[in-house]
């Protein structure tokens, strides 16, 4: 069975600040990992994924998200956001044991920065 | 490229009635997927096809549910009969042989059943 968890159902940061929206999550053996965002009235993006190899994963604009087999999570992280990072977070695992594909998505996370 | 392409953006219709969500994948992407996103249960997979057959349809909620993907550019999501707790945003996705994880979502449709 997969699993993913996201503590935090809401994040705020002020414009500039670091910002880290938290994942942990719970697969048989090693996970893929992945990070979506979504913006209002849109569907999911994605922005990075882990699937093996160095546990710093970078993505697009800016994100990236650190992996860490210990504590099973992958955090993604900004060094400094921007109001337009605004938007709801989505971590996703799959047990590359599973059919292709089929991931699990966490309930999401709502990142607001403020100017 | 357009991205995916979901029809219509909003449909609201009555207890009772068929309803029929329609989707094109980005050319090329070999996987298809319908997802349903509501606050109560978050983002749900139904259902996923490989080269137009569907591989897992256990997500699919119950019979009133189908989908089918006839050519590799067009798939159709259908409730018959449709019921108020079926009222959701329903998403399409697609990807690629070379990269199945990293999905392609359409900007979905937004299902209400009065």
């Known amino acids: 069975a997969q699993s993913v968890a996201q503590p935090e159902d809401q994040v705020n940061v002020a414009e500039g600040n670091p910002l880290t929206v938290k994942c942990t999550y719970s697969v048989s053996g090693n996970p893929y990992l992945f990070w979506y965002v979504q913006y209002p009235n849109r569907g999911l993006q994605f922005l990075l994924k882990y699937i093996t190899g160095d546990n710093l994963v970078k993505g697009s604009y800016g994100f990236e998200a650190e992996f860490n087999k210990s504590q099973t999570s992958f955090h993604l992280k900004k060094p400094s956001a921007l109001v337009s990072d605004s938007a709801l977070y989505f971590c996703?695992?799959?047990?590359?044991?599973?059919?292709?594909?089929?991931?699990?998505f966490g309930d999401g996370t709502t990142l607001t920065v403020k100017p | 490229d357009a991205g995916v392409i979901q029809s219509p953006r909003h449909e609201v219709t009555e207890m009772g009635q068929e309803v029929t969500l329609r989707c094109k994948p980005i050319s090329g992407h070999d996987y298809l997927f319908w997802y349903r996103q509501t606050m109560m249960r978050g983002l749900e997979l139904l259902i996923y096809?490989?080269?137009?057959?569907?591989?897992?349809d256990s997500g699919m909620p119950e019979d009133r549910f189908s989908a089918k993907m006839p050519n590799a550019s067009f798939s159709t999501l259908k409730i018959q009969p449709s019921e108020p707790r079926d009222s959701a945003v329903y998403f399409c996705a697609s990807s690629a042989r070379t990269s199945i994880d990293e999905q392609y979502f359409g900007p979905g449709t937004r299902l209400t059943v009065t």
């Open positions: 096809f490989n080269n137009n057959v569907p591989i897992d």
């Open positions: 996703a695992v799959r047990d590359p044991n599973t059919n292709a594909g089929k991931s699990t």
